[in-house]
């Protein structure tokens, strides 16, 4: 025994510095990230690898309904799960939340507090469940569960583990959160600010949310990254900010502009790198507002940028902003009807546009006049 007793030592020691070696590596791979389902899925993969179980689910308190709901677990489909409310009187989960408590079920269809119903409609046999709060000081959110230890029952060891995991598990998921909803609010407050411009000249009105939509959808159809997306959404919406600085008089003038206030027109895009270039996190988006009068050929303006020097989100918007705007009515014409409309889009590739967005535009509009049109004309000079 006395020879045995040091090796014993020895290996729960190296356990113990194994089990902090990895929760320090699961908080700093927490801290790469703000994306809340990220942090989600980082959370249930670490701790199903370290207690050594089939599944895991985190549960989140909705104060409004009074009730806990999935935010992630691998169990079964996520969409599905997040649909149904656990109660806090009659579960284990909710057991948990309100008494603040870990708790370890080795026979869970025997314990009285388990919900069959949510099991039921969750799709999963859960046999044994270690399930501990998740908590910033003394403030409960939520719930981590690790369900189903592959080999024998769930231990104090195990506890302290998911314990650690679900400290560092709440401050993560919290600021997570935060930044969500900062986000959320940042794109109504940029959404407020088109529908803003679009009221201001009622003959576009409309005109930035529509312009959007089909922008991101000739992005996602030519492959541009989600995080691209993200950017060229906001340029989309913020266009025509710059016109914020042109007088009533010209922007609302039903003839022609003289050639004094077509020049004052034109600043617009320059109106709008002045504004927006200060906030730095709109500086990603700039490449729409400022750049999206450049043509292909270099006739554009304002700096006469000349083919693949344009920004490709300019070049993507470009064509959706012309479709949208020969498309709608004006004081001074009647909205273009779609073959017309196709028909210009065609004769400016290489002009106005880049001649291979141009085809992959038509793709995603996929009226029937186009393939007509498109097989009679070469898209590749």
């Known amino acids: 025994m006395l020879e045995q007793t040091p090796l014993s030592v020895t290996d729960s020691l190296q356990r113990m510095l194994q089990r902090m070696e990895r929760l320090m590596e699961i908080n700093i791979t927490l801290n790469s990230t703000l994306a809340l389902n990220q942090v989600l899925d980082l959370i249930m993969a670490k701790a199903i690898e370290m207690l050594e179980c089939e599944a895991g689910s985190i549960l989140l308190y909705n104060k409004e309904k009074g009730c806990l709901y999935f935010s992630a677990s691998t169990t079964s489909d996520s969409k599905n799960l997040a649909e149904i409310p656990v109660p806090l009187t009659d579960s284990l989960a909710g057991a948990i939340f309100s008494k603040n408590i870990p708790l370890v079920v080795n026979n869970v269809e025997n314990?009285?507090?388990?919900?069959?119903?949510?099991?039921?409609?969750?799709?999963?046999?859960?046999?044994?469940?270690?399930?501990?709060?998740?908590?910033?000081?003394?403030?409960?959110?939520?719930?981590?569960?690790?369900?189903?230890?592959?080999?024998?029952?769930?231990?104090?060891?195990?506890?302290?583990?998911?314990?650690?995991?679900?400290?560092?598990?709440a401050v993560a998921i919290e600021n997570a959160q935060l930044v969500e909803a900062l986000q959320e609010s940042y794109e109504s407050t940029l959404e407020g600010w088109a529908a803003a411009l679009d009221l201001r000249d009622k003959e576009t009105e409309g005109h930035s949310q529509r312009v959007t939509v089909l922008t991101l959808q000739l992005a996602q159809e030519i492959g541009v990254g989600q995080e691209a997306l993200t950017y060229l959404r906001q340029g989309a919406l913020l266009h025509d900010i710059g016109k914020m600085a042109v007088p009533d008089?010209?922007?609302?003038?039903?003839?022609?502009?003289?050639?004094?206030?077509?020049?004052?027109?034109?600043?617009?895009?320059?109106?709008?790198?002045?504004?927006?270039?200060?906030?730095?996190?709109?500086?990603?988006?700039?490449?729409?507002?400022?750049?999206?009068?450049?043509?292909?050929?270099?006739?554009?303006?304002?700096?006469?940028?000349?083919?693949?020097?344009?920004?490709?989100?300019?070049?993507?918007?470009?064509?959706?902003?012309?479709?949208?705007?020969?498309?709608?009515?004006?004081?001074?014409?009647?909205?273009?009807?779609?073959?017309?409309?196709?028909?210009?889009?065609?004769?400016?590739?290489?002009?106005?546009?880049?001649?291979?967005?141009?085809?992959?535009?038509?793709?995603?509009?996929?009226?029937?006049?186009?393939?007509?049109?498109?097989?009679?004309?070469?898209?590749?000079?």
């Open 249 to 381: 008089k010209i922007l609302h003038k039903n003839g022609p502009l003289t050639e004094r206030e077509k020049a004052v027109m034109r600043q617009h895009p320059v109106n709008a790198y002045n504004m927006l270039y200060p906030i730095a996190y709109l500086r990603p988006a700039l490449d729409i507002p400022y750049c999206h009068h450049e043509k292909w050929d270099g006739s554009g303006y304002p700096r006469g940028l000349k083919g693949e020097d344009i920004p490709l989100p300019a070049r993507i918007f470009t064509i959706i902003d012309v479709w949208d705007a020969l498309r709608s009515n004006r004081p001074y014409r009647k909205a273009w009807s779609e073959k017309k409309t196709i028909a210009y889009i065609l004769e400016e590739a290489g002009k106005s546009f880049e001649p291979g967005l141009v085809k992959s535009f038509l793709d995603v509009i996929q009226p029937a006049p186009a393939k007509h049109v498109l097989a009679s004309k070469n898209l590749a000079h």
């Open 111 to 169: 314990d009285v507090r388990h919900n069959s119903s949510v099991a039921a409609q969750a799709n999963f046999h859960t046999r044994s469940l270690l399930g501990v709060p998740m908590r910033i000081q003394n403030r409960v959110m939520g719930v981590l569960e690790a369900l189903n230890k592959r080999e024998g029952a769930f231990t104090e060891e195990d506890v302290k583990i998911l314990t650690a995991i679900a400290s560092q598990a």
